[in-house]
């Protein structure tokens, strides 16, 4: 792969890095604002990093197929959540892969997995490399492994203008698919936070939630058929609206995490580009009274693009609030028709629990609360970057639960999670410099939000990983115990799945194995992502 490169150990690309002077500046500012942090250390250079040697050697009669190089294996070795990027930032890269594969087509799909099932080695399919739970680590001891990077895969293959569905390639980001359907005057839709890296492929292998806050929630929704590589043949669906033929072969690829098969391409769903949109800020002196209005406006068949609601340290955190109320950030839009009629209803269920809303504007843009949020959502992933250099701990968790317990759920996690903050940070619990723990609904269904909580605290130099690991395994036995789900759009990977594990029923995780051992006997892909191969 050539040109502009990525960081090798964290959000964005090389040139996109701070430089000494705007970390230290960057450092004031954060504890001015936190009143915690520290001064502002750099990352370990790419060519100070020490890696294992590789215990594969790349066959010279398939030329450029695979690589050793450094910066390959690097770049590939972990994904993007914080105990990766403070890994990566000092340099520790303890699972690198032995080789790096950039297949161009299928062909040279199934010509790496037949190598590596003769070479004994394992395979990890590569998209964006954004996973947050493990994902794309292997984890694997003595086994060597290839990453299996798709994104020369990135094509948008054909479009059926009548029915509204594209055929993409698995290794198209965000950016790159929705600039080839522009062209037609359509788009996906589908925005998740890491749009600007993460692929199809990756989005479908991890169903991934995206743009729209209710309906069209998440990936799944968007899929017409999808078609995968297996060791084992070639597994592909009919593209169908919908069918009732036994069990959908595309929801067992959707979520599949690349145990089953190496996802190909896609049919999606796509549609005219949005010509009408609104949006507007509501604030809400109570939080529980905020989420009552969220329910109503979900069950309302209004179906908002946008129903994301702040809780007051949210809004404050972001710069979207003062601090002293919860903000609702409410849109909608259309490609056909005016959408003034159902953002005015909407807004009138908001005002009936208490919520004032702000100036209603045309899509968020701007310097009100909505555009201060939005620039503040898709700026996060790089200021990650910057808190791990300055001594912050900054790092999420999401779940879903039912609106009858949410209440119950929603103070027993916010509790857990400070509880252990208290036992694992030095500082103190209330006041300035007090850690923050703040919760935000990403989206919403007519039987339950799903809560995404962010954490900001003093981080133990040096001990980043072990005090992080700490709050999350707190987090998610609150999160197991009371009934949610151990993730709603970032995967499992490798991170979730000791409660993962105890989340789906054993009979299910049988036939998964059973489908697994059909499809991989070696147990070539992704081994320890979702099962263990039999």
Same mark, same amino acid.
């Given at each position: ?34 009143g ?47 105990r ?25 799909i ?11 080695a ?52 965000g ?12 788009t996906?839709?589908?925005f ?7 692929t ?11 743009h ?37 072969p595309?929801?067992?690829?959707i ?5 089953l ?12 580009r ?27 068949s ?11 340290l ?25 959408v ?7 807004? /009138? &269920? ?5 919520? *004032?809303?702000? @100036?209603v504007? !045309? ?5 009100? #609360? $909505? +555009? ?10 790089y ?53 923050r ?32 690991? /700490? &709050? ?5 036995? *609150?999160?197991? @115990?009371?009934? !949610? ?5 970032h #995967? $499992? +990977? ?23 051992a059909e499809l ?15």
């Amino acid at each position: 792969m050539t040109g502009r490169r990525l960081k090798h150990w964290g959000w964005g690309y090389e040139d996109q890095a701070p430089s000494r002077e705007e970390l230290a500046e960057a450092a004031t500012g954060i504890r001015e604002r936190l009143g915690f942090g520290g001064e502002p250390e750099e990352p370990v250079p790419l060519d100070q990093v020490e890696i294992r040697p590789s215990r594969l050697k790349a066959p010279a009669d398939l030329g450029d197929l695979f690589s050793d190089q450094k910066y390959e294996r690097v770049s590939r070795a972990l994904g993007k959540a914080y105990r990766d990027v403070v890994r990566g930032f000092r340099g520790q890269f303890e699972n690198p892969p032995d080789l790096v594969a950039f297949p161009r087509d299928e062909s040279e799909i199934e010509v790496v997995l037949n190598w590596c099932e003769a070479e004994g080695a394992a395979v990890i399919p590569f998209g964006g490399g954004t996973s947050v739970v493990g994902g794309v680590e292997g984890r694997l001891g003595e086994r060597p492994f290839v990453s299996l990077d798709l994104r020369r895969l990135d094509r948008v293959l054909e479009v059926d203008a009548k029915s509204l569905a594209a055929r993409i390639q698995a290794g198209a980001t965000g950016p790159r698919l929705e600039d080839q359907l522009r062209e037609q005057g359509l788009t996906l839709r589908h925005f998740p936070q890491s749009f600007e890296y993460s692929t199809l492929g990756g989005w479908v292998a991890t169903r991934a939630g995206g743009h729209f806050a209710t309906l069209y929630t998440h990936i799944d929704d968007l899929v017409e058929s999808v078609r995968a590589i297996t060791p084992r043949g070639t597994w592909e669906s009919r593209r169908l609206p919908g069918s009732g033929a036994g069990p959908s072969p595309d929801r067992m690829l959707i979520g599949s995490e690349g145990i089953l098969g190496v996802i190909a391409e896609a049919w999606v769903r796509v549609r005219p580009r949005p010509e009408f949109k609104a949006s507007c800020g509501v604030e809400f002196g109570d939080f529980l009274a905020a989420a009552a209005a969220v329910r109503e406006i979900s069950q309302s068949s209004l179906y908002p693009s946008n129903c994301r609601l702040l809780d007051a340290l949210e809004a404050a955190t972001t710069g979207a609030g003062s601090g002293e109320s919860s903000l609702l950030v409410l849109g909608f839009e259309s490609a056909h028709h005016p959408v003034d009629a159902p953002m005015e209803l909407a807004l /009138e &269920i908001a005002r009936e629990h208490g919520g *004032a809303p702000g @100036e209603v504007r !045309g899509g968020g843009k701007g310097s009100d #609360a $909505v +555009g201060t949020w939005r620039n503040a959502f898709l700026l996060a992933p790089y200021l990650r970057d910057t808190f791990v250099a300055c001594g912050v701990l900054s790092e999420t968790f999401e779940t879903a639960i039912t609106w009858d317990r949410f209440e119950g759920f929603h103070a027993n996690a916010m509790e857990a999670v400070r509880a252990k903050i208290a036992e694992v940070c030095d500082a103190p619990t209330e006041g300035p410099g007090a850690p923050r723990v703040s919760c935000r609904f990403t989206h919403v269904y007519p039987d339950g939000p799903a809560p995404y909580i962010t954490v900001m605290a003093p981080a133990v130099r040096g001990g980043e990983v072990e005090q992080w690991d /700490e &709050i999350k395994a707190a987090a998610s036995e *609150a999160v197991i @115990e009371g009934g !949610g789900t151990i993730t709603h759009h970032h #995967a $499992v +990977g490798r991170d979730h799945r000791p409660w993962y594990d105890q989340q789906r029923p054993a009979p299910f995780a049988a036939g998964l194995r059973a489908a697994k051992a059909e499809l991989d006997p070696a147990g070539l892909l992704n081994p320890g992502v979702l099962i263990d191969p039999a």
